[in-house]
C-alpha cells in the first residue's frame, strides 16, 4: 500500500485556485493515486484517479510527475461549496485495501 | 437510481443494546463495505462483501456482524453497544473489489452508545 501524506488543513479565498499536494514516497508500480471529496455529515464522493501525467475532468485536474513520489489535487476558482475534506489514496488490487487517512480541510472563505 | 441507500440517520443506543444498521444499493454492484469515522480522523474499513454470501472482515470487525444475503442489501449489525462504537458508519459499493474503480457512499448514520 502507499502510505500517503497531505496537509491536515489549507485556507484559501473565493475564485482562486487550490493546489493539494499528496506525498507518496513508497507508490508501487501499479498503484494509482485517487482523491475523494467529503462535505460535512456526507460520505466521500470520488473526484479524479490517475497514474502519472496530468489528468484533467469537470471538477479538478490531477498532476502526477515522472516519479510519482507525489500529486497535485488541483481545484480551479473554487467557491464556499468546495469546502470539504480532501482524501488522497494511493493503492492497487482490491478495493478493501484502500486506506482513507485523516485528509486535507480545506476551508473556502469568502 | 437512488444509489446507495443507509437507514436509521441518527441513532442513540444504550450500552448492551443491539440495533442493524441498514445498507442498500441499486446499482447491481457486486463489492459492498462498512466503514466508521471517527472525529478528526479517516474511514476505518469493518467488515466487506464481495458477493451475495461472501463476507470478510476488514481493519476493525471486532463487535460487529455482517452478512450479505442479496446483492443489494448489506445490513450490520451492533451485537452489543458500547460508547467506543459511538461514531458516524458509512456505506459504500462499488461494482467489482477493485482500487481502481470508484466506491460510491452513502449518506452516513450517525450512532451514539451512552
Known sequence: ?110 | NAGVTQTPKFQVLKTGQSMTLQCAQDMNHEYMSWYRQDPGMGLRLIHYSVGAGITDQGEVPNGYNVSRSTTEDFPLRLLSAAPSQTSVYFCASTPSDSAYVEQYFGPGTRLTVT
Open chain 1, 1 to 110: 500500500l502507499a502510505k500517503t501524506t497531505q496537509p491536515i488543513s489549507m485556507d484559501s479565498y473565493e475564485g482562486q485556485e487550490v493546489n493539494i499536494t499528496c506525498s507518496h514516497n513508497n507508490i508501487a508500480t501499479n498503484d494509482y493515486i485517487t482523491w475523494y471529496q467529503q462535505f460535512p455529515s456526507q460520505g466521500p464522493r470520488f473526484i479524479i484517479q490517475g497514474y502519472k501525467t496530468k489528468v484533467t475532468n469537470e471538477v479538478a485536474s490531477l498532476f502526477i510527475p515522472a516519479d510519482r513520489k507525489s500529486s497535485t489535487l488541483s481545484l480551479p476558482r473554487v467557491s464556499l461549496s468546495d469546502t470539504a475534506v480532501y482524501y488522497c489514496l494511493g493503492g492497487r488490487g482490491s478495493a478493501r485495501q484502500l486506506t482513507f487517512g485523516s485528509g486535507t480541510q480545506l476551508t473556502v472563505l469568502p
